[in-house]
């Protein structure tokens, strides 16, 4: 409760700041407020708590992902200051607006209610649809932001309906009394409806397949930095929510809908790592990426009992990863009007740490030993086979063998390529959230117990 | 307000807030004016806050009248900003037809 209040009060303060003059301070003290709420929630970890009428519950599962969030801003903010340059009077918005999209992350793992939820789930949205179309002349630009805004609201009134129903159904937009009511006799068939409807809304927004057609364009169309935030912290955000949804308020699934998971698990894999395969554009080959992490992260619904450690740990391995990633392609791509993969030639011989950086994380995403993301696959697998889904594993672990193929296909041009350009001064900023964000990945590959052991 | 509630049928409020719903969602898929695509995104809305205020009188409970607030508020935020997103489309296209809208595929 007080992370949000602190992160809310933070986001007011960016947009005052720019009223007093203060542009040149706004991201050191932003990041620093950054620091500072984190270690606030972080001591919240031991006193599990409900505030408000069990609108806000604070628990070890929400204090845990909330840390990851809140990690995941502070790396995106300090990227901030240099990629807006060129707008220094938008600053202060942009900074805002990504603190904003925070304290709607933090409503989303944190709610007791409903109401709490839809809120969270719209600010998120609501700032992302701003962020997306962010770059108001450039015609991509605009084009994202207007598809993702139809597509975001229209699943924002599918999750809507969910909600109605389920209330119809057990009169409370209490979790608790829900689930309580859950496994009772007698419950309308509008329940499972809801439940149905809502869980429809949240695969539109982690863009797992079937319903992933706008993820490429618009990671494609946004401002880079918009792109990063929404592959790495917004993704995670929405699995986590999903997680949370689904434990929150049913007991347990049944076979069928177990089954659905399994096809559309299988599926985001496959479509997101086959369409991978023949992408030039650096974003768009990464937003099909990110389909098929949707893919392997929903099999941790399969075992929702006790799959909320493995979660963690693989949402935290895929989104520092993704954040060293993009730290390396924001750089590169500043000045270009496109993120083809021939603006990463030779970048092994002008900028070795740079090129390094990325083929660690595209590494860690393809799951290749030391690095997190292949114990995160490793311990997502054997889960699954506990519960008795065989069939997934094994897509898994095709798709893992697939995706190599698309993120090597960008480390050769790196390392075999001639550079097109001279060697430049580079922001020490992007060297430090790069290599500060794969150095984290790297330790939670040596050390796995030190996450997986917060929540089981 | 029970007595009413009671002689209609909760059932048919089920069912006309699930037409008004499916009319915005046919709407939304069909139509190529984005203004009409974003008052379809209103019908469905608003289709649900009558069915919250139907649930809300049939259970005798304010909560869901409450969450209507804000669902229309959250409604409103987000037609501002889509609105205004429509209006750069309109700026650098002259047009606002989503059919445009298709300078990024691969």
């Known amino acids: ?456 | 307000m029970n007595n009413i509630l009671n002689e209609i049928g909760i059932e048919n409020y089920i069912f006309l807030s699930v037409l008004l719903f499916c009319i915005g969602v046919f709407g939304v898929l069909y139509r190529r004016n984005a203004i009409i695509v974003f008052m379809s995104i209103e019908i469905m809305l608003n289709a649900v806050n009558l069915l919250f205020v139907a649930f809300s009188t049939y259970h005798q409970d304010a909560e869901g009248q409450v969450f209507v607030f804000f669902s229309m508020a959250v409604a409103a935020a987000e037609v501002a900003v889509g609105l205004a997103i429509l209006v750069s489309v309109f700026r650098n296209l002259g047009s606002i037809d989503i059919d445009n809208l298709k300078n990024l595929k691969g």
């Open chain 1, 1 to 456: 409760m007080n992370t949000l209040i602190a992160i809310s009060g933070l986001g007011v303060f960016c947009l005052i700041a720019e009223i007093f003059n203060l542009r040149k301070l706004l991201v050191p003290v932003a990041v620093l407020g950054l620091v500072a709420i984190l270690g606030l929630t972080v001591s919240e970890f031991h006193t599990p708590n409900t505030f408000y009428n069990n609108m806000i519950v604070v628990d070890k599962f929400s204090v845990a992902f909330s840390s990851l969030f809140i990690v995941l801003t502070i790396f995106l903010v300090a990227l901030s200051g240099d990629f807006y340059k060129d707008h220094p009077s938008k600053l202060s918005d942009f900074l805002a607006i990504k603190i904003f999209l925070l304290a709607g992350a933090v409503a989303m793992v944190s709610f007791g209610n409903l109401s709490m939820f839809f809120l969270g789930i719209e600010v998120l949205s609501i700032s992302l649809y701003v962020l997306a179309a962010s770059r108001r002349l450039d015609i991509k630009s605009n084009e994202a932001g207007m598809k993702y805004f139809l597509l975001g609201s229209f699943a924002s009134g599918i999750i809507l309906f969910g909600i109605c129903l389920i209330y119809g159904a057990t009169g409370y937009f209490d979790i608790a009394e829900i689930k309580d009511l859950s496994s009772g006799a007698g419950i309308p068939v509008w329940f499972p409806i809801g439940i149905t409807l809502m869980i429809i809304g949240m695969l539109f927004k982690i863009a797992a397949a079937p319903f992933h057609f706008w993820a490429p364009d618009v990671y494609e169309g946004s401002p880079t930095m918009t792109t990063a935030t929404m592959s790495t912290l917004v993704k995670v955000v929405a699995m986590a929510t999903l997680y949370k949804v689904l434990s929150g308020m049913t007991t347990s699934l049944t076979l069928t809908f177990e089954m659905v998971i399994v096809v559309i698990s299988i599926l985001s894999m496959t479509v997101g790592n086959i369409m991978a395969l023949r992408q030039n554009n650096v974003k768009r080959m990464l937003a099909f990426s990110g389909i098929s992490h949707a893919g392997f992260m929903l099999m941790a619904i399969l075992s929702l009992s006790t799959a909320a450690g493995t979660l963690l740990y693989y949402t935290a391995a895929y989104a520092l990863a993704g954040i060293a990633s993009f730290a390396v392609i924001i750089y590169v791509t500043r000045n270009k009007d496109n993120e083809d993969t021939l603006n990463f030639n030779g970048l092994g011989k002008t900028h070795p740490l740079l090129a390094a950086v990325l083929t660690a994380s595209l590494l860690s995403m393809a799951g290749i030993p030391i690095f997190a993301g292949f114990f995160a696959k490793f311990m997502l697998f054997s889960q699954t086979i506990q519960a008795g889904y065989l069939v997934v594993v094994i897509a898994g672990v095709v798709n893992s063998i697939i995706s190599i193929g698309y993120y090597f296909k960008l480390i050769l041009a790196m390392y075999t390529k001639e550079a097109a350009e001279e060697k430049q001064a580079v922001p020490f900023v992007y060297y430090f959230v790069a290599v500060t964000a794969i150095l984290l990945n790297i330790l939670m590959g040596l050390y796995p117990s030190l996450v997986i052991n917060l929540l089981n």
